[in-house]
């Protein structure tokens, strides 16, 4: 689905769409469809959504892994607003310490990673295990380096096929205060230095919300 950006501006949201991926341990398949349409005689047209709160691009808030966390509600707007930078992975299996330490990561960043999840991991219409996701000990690297946020071009930061992956390395992000940034749509951004404008629906207390993410050219 090609959507219209300025030139240099890339929209890195996965749209809500019938049939998109979900994860396989969700209780429901988003459902999102037209409960009324003009074009079929209705006097307006309007969709419905059900959908859980992790559905396509979506922000992780503390509270979705650590008792009393921050709430979406309570995030701070500079969280996923303002400077970002996208890095590029090379391993095929995991994002590892080793490739993080070339990067020069520092204190305050915000920090999505590109991988060969793009753009298969969020274009396919059902779930697949094969996904590159985080080890824990780059988890644990990353918050050691204060970042303030992490994205990712797939729809969990951690693999449900590897024992206590998924539960470490959100418990060791959202531990830290790093917003997690989930089902980036990455295909075609170059690696490098953007500004990120991204909010998530402001629900109350909320443990995530899906949101509207974009990346444009820093201002100089």
Avoid at 18 to 43: E, H, N, W
Wanted: glycine fraction near 6%; include cysteine.
């Amino acid at each position: 689905m090609a959507v219209k950006v300025p030139a240099g501006w890339y929209d890195i949201t996965v749209p809500l769409r019938q049939g998109m991926v979900y994860f396989p341990t969700d209780p429901v398949p988003p459902r999102i469809y037209r409960m009324s349409d003009r074009a079929l005689g209705a006097k307006v047209t309007m969709s419905m959504l059900e959908i859980i709160s992790h559905t396509g691009t979506h922000i992780d808030a503390p509270l979705h892994f650590i008792a009393d966390g921050s709430t979406i509600s309570d995030m701070p707007l500079d969280a996923t607003i303002g400077p970002a930078r996208v890095i590029e992975i090379s391993d095929p299996e995991k994002i590892k310490v080793e490739e993080l330490e070339k990067h020069n990561i520092r204190k305050g960043e915000r920090l999505l990673f590109k991988t060969r999840n793009s753009p298969q991991a969020y274009e396919r219409d059902q779930f697949s295990d094969d996904y590159v996701y985080f080890d824990v000990a780059a988890a644990e690297y990353l918050a050691g380096k204060k970042v303030i946020l992490v994205g990712l071009d797939n729809i969990t930061v951690g693999h449900r096929k590897e024992a206590d992956n998924i539960a470490r390395v959100h418990e060791t992000l959202l531990g830290a205060g790093i917003y997690i940034l989930e089902d980036c749509a990455l295909a075609g951004v170059p690696a490098g230095e953007y500004e990120l404008l991204c909010l998530p629906l402001l629900m109350y207390n909320g443990d995530a919300a899906p949101c509207r993410a974009i990346l444009r050219p820093l201002k100089k």
